[in-house]
């Protein structure tokens, strides 16, 4: 007896607890085309316009065939036609038919891949030839189509479409066998035709209903599928980072960015602080002690040339002490970043302005 593997039914991506990055979706979908997409939607979107179409043009379509037959028995003895211009005149009639199928079924496979692609997707890789496919992969095929959740969700939605299809068809049949059987006494092959005509739109319309219900359903389930397989490990978080760190268009844009919020946020963090240190003109650095939270001095603010002097700007409108201090301003805005506290190196040297801005106060 045949043993399968238990490794089968296993969680395929042990370990990937972390939710995918931005960076690794765009990544996946501009150079691999791997997106979140049922083809199941698409199909199901297509047969339905094109079965509404067919209940618009039903009338028109019928006159064509009755005007393409009438033209063959008239002119049968009439006109002696080759099979070659027979056949050309029915594919006339033929394609004319068919081509507004033709033409609405493009056009709502292209929004629908739209859609679901969230715009235009080229990614070359996907046309390169995989020579590794040419070997059969029977244990991996099997564990993908039977002992996983899309092979089982796929595996019960047929069975389901089935099922539910032919019970619906059978229920609208039986409903109206009755007048069917009626119409068919009288004699009138048109109304006949007619009835069963209309029998066949509205088998067809709520099959494509349900086929749209199965297919949104579908799309759900590839959309989390797909989210679970683009987890990821810790490692790679770290080494995303590390690479998107490393980037220079990356960095320039973070940098870009802190300088915005830092620009932004400069006047009002000057304006709160405590203290300002100077170089004079070179450096300027801000500091903040809220006591009831940190141990010591949190810098809060800094700035060079241009950006300094307007913060000695702000600084004297808000009434905040300037301290000119060219080895400490040089250190503190060398040594440290917004939001640091201060080394321990320079507690000391700290402790000294604190106490003579805390003097310059009880004097005022």
Request: net charge positive; hydrophobic share 45%; glycine share 6%.
């Amino acid at each position: 007896m045949s043993q399968i593997d238990l490794q089968w039914f296993s969680a395929e991506d042990e370990g990937k607890t972390e939710e995918p990055s931005e960076y690794k979706l765009r990544k996946a979908r501009d150079e691999e085309g791997r997106v979140p997409k049922s083809q199941e939607l698409n199909s199901t979107l297509i047969y339905l316009f094109d079965i509404l179409l067919l209940a618009l043009l039903a009338s028109w379509m019928l006159r064509s065939f009755e005007n393409c037959m009438y033209y063959f028995y008239s002119n049968i003895f009439t006109i002696e036609l080759t099979n070659y211009e027979a056949a050309y005149i029915f594919a006339r009639y033929f394609i004319r038919m068919v081509i507004p199928f033709g033409i609405l079924g493009m056009v709502i496979g292209v929004v629908a891949n739209l859609v679901q692609n969230k715009g235009f997707l080229f990614a070359p890789k996907l046309i390169m030839p995989k020579f590794d496919k040419l070997v059969p992969h029977f244990g991996q095929y099997l564990k993908r189509t039977l002992f996983s959740l899309e092979g089982g969700f796929n595996i019960v939605k047929s069975l389901l479409k089935v099922i539910v299809i032919a019970f619906t068809n059978y229920l609208i049949i039986r409903g109206d066998m009755k007048r069917l059987l009626a119409l068919t006494k009288t004699g009138s092959l048109e109304l006949a035709l007619g009835h069963v005509g209309r029998m066949a739109v509205k088998m067809l319309i709520i099959s494509a209903v349900f086929l749209l219900a199965i297919g949104i359903v579908d799309y759900l389930v590839q959309k989390r599928q797909f989210m679970e397989n683009m987890k990821m490990t810790k490692q790679e978080v770290k080494e995303e980072f590390k690479e998107q760190e490393g980037d220079p268009e990356v960095k320039s844009r973070l940098d870009s960015a802190q300088r915005e919020m830092l620009a932004r946020n400069m006047p009002k963090a000057v304006r709160e602080a405590d203290v300002l240190i100077t170089n004079p003109t070179h450096f300027a650095v801000a500091l903040e002690w809220k006591r009831h939270i940190d141990d010591a001095p949190k810098v809060t603010a800094k700035g060079t040339d241009l950006t300094a002097l307007n913060m000695r700007r702000i600084a004297g409108e808000a009434g905040v002490p300037v301290v000119e201090d060219k080895p400490l301003a040089r250190g503190l805005y060398t040594e440290t970043e917004i939001g640091d506290i201060i080394p321990e190196a320079y507690i000391k040297a700290i402790a000294t302005v604190y106490a003579h801005i805390g003097y310059i106060n009880k004097q005022k």
